[in-house]
């Protein structure tokens, strides 16, 4: 693609082994949104750590934040500062396939070797309200009998799993969970208010449905919503710069799920501006692990399936734009800098990038594309030439 876009693309190319001149490009930047175009590539954990610890070493960052249990990731936060316990089990307690991973078990190894000789840890922590039983059990310590009213009602929401075609739970669980907040900020102690704060947001999410007439009633939009809540409550502490690991419909600055969902990114863009960078990232071609859908519905089995996808050739696809400009693995600023009426046209328009989530459909995956404003959703984009599966570790 010899043209004027290719040639910008191709002049702006950070390689992933030369990252000084992010130094530049991230100056005043003290949240940085790390994306993935599917949650079961061996690669995108490789990248982000080597971006990650960049940002820890040269930048000055405090916190790794990612889409897991917020409850949960208090156990690989205790791990990575020092304390004792299985890596293993506190990786499987997130609650998520997608990391109970060798690549991800890598990745808190190096951040628990990092902070042994840190001046400053670098703390681990999760943003997603999902898998609150760590909450309800640390509440339950905290409180004790005295709150055992407020609890009970609760308990179910252990056992829930929100998923597409499920039934949501009765707006109850929601009011239950807010008179437990409202206990707690009068007569809790206060390790005990985050705790609370987690149930209530789960409760809200799974009293949503997947699919609504109102885009805006839906679980999607709840999660979001309180993703963003969290990060922002982890921005407030002194001096916090934090390192954000979520899907790329999660960290980019839009919406998503056919435009009706403010992404998490959208929100963080609106409540710190140019602080917030949103770092896409996606592949040109390999293998990812996903569950399978079959007629609109996810097949779970024990382990997700492989599926492997080519590159894609076509101008209007973001990927074949980066494999061009660049032939190694690389990162593309996309918010500074001189641009020709060709390369603005470029980026202002819809083109077409690679997205997958937990599931993907065994004939359509090769060609599944999600619309892409690069300049509106992003503020840069990674790219790995290649991919491969993500290796689980419960075999």
């Not at 499987?92 to 396939?97: R, V």
């Not at 190096?110 to 902070?115: G, P, Q, T, V």
């Not at 009213?149 to 597409?164: A, I, M, S, Y």
């Amino acid at each position: 693609m010899p043209d004027d876009v290719t040639a910008w693309l191709a002049g702006r190319a950070i390689p992933l082994g030369r990252l000084e001149p992010l130094k530049d490009v991230l100056d005043g930047v003290t949240l940085v949104g790390l994306g993935e175009s599917t949650h079961g590539s061996a690669e995108f954990f490789s990248l982000r750590w080597r971006l990650t610890e960049f940002l820890i070493k040269e930048l000055g960052f405090t916190m790794l934040a990612i889409e897991a249990s917020a409850a949960a990731a208090r156990a690989v936060d205790a791990y990575v500062t020092g304390g004792t316990g299985d890596p293993r089990e506190a990786l499987a307690g997130l609650g998520f396939w997608t990391l109970n991973t060798a690549e991800m078990l890598t990745v808190i190894e190096r951040l628990r070797e990092h902070n042994r000789t840190a001046a400053r840890p670098v703390r681990f922590t999760g943003v997603d309200p999902q898998h609150p039983g760590a909450a309800l059990r640390a509440l339950r310590a905290c409180l004790g009998e005295d709150a055992a009213e407020l609890l009970d009602p609760l308990d179910g929401l252990v056992h829930t799993t929100p998923r597409p075609r499920w039934e949501p739970l009765d707006r109850q669980a929601e009011a239950d969970a807010r008179r437990l907040e409202e206990y707690v900020a009068a007569h809790g102690p206060a390790e005990a208010r985050e705790h609370a704060r987690i149930v209530r947001q789960f409760a809200d999410m799974a009293s949503r449905p997947y699919r609504h007439a109102d885009p805006l009633r839906t679980l999607g939009v709840a999660r979001d919503r309180h993703m963003a809540e969290n990060v922002n409550l982890l921005m407030a502490e002194p001096g916090a710069k934090i390192a954000l690991w979520a899907h790329n419909g999660h960290i980019m600055k839009g919406r998503y799920s056919g435009g009706t969902v403010p992404s998490m990114g959208l929100h963080l863009a609106r409540d710190h501006g140019a602080a917030y960078y949103a770092l896409g990232a996606t592949f040109g071609k390999g293998v990812f692990r996903a569950h399978r859908m079959r007629f609109g519905r996810m097949v779970r089995r024990r382990r997700p399936a492989r599926f492997r996808v080519p590159l894609a050739g076509a101008p209007r696809v973001v990927e074949a734009r980066l494999a061009a400009a660049h032939p190694g693995d690389h990162v593309i600023d996309l918010r500074g800098g001189e641009r020709p009426e060709s390369v603005a046209g470029w980026l202002a328009a819809t083109s077409h990038m690679r997205a997958f989530g937990a599931a993907a459909g065994r004939l359509t995956a090769k060609f599944a594309f999600m619309p892409t404003v690069p300049a509106e959703q992003y503020d840069g984009l990674a790219f790995l030439q290649q991919v491969t599966a993500s290796t689980p570790l419960d075999r």
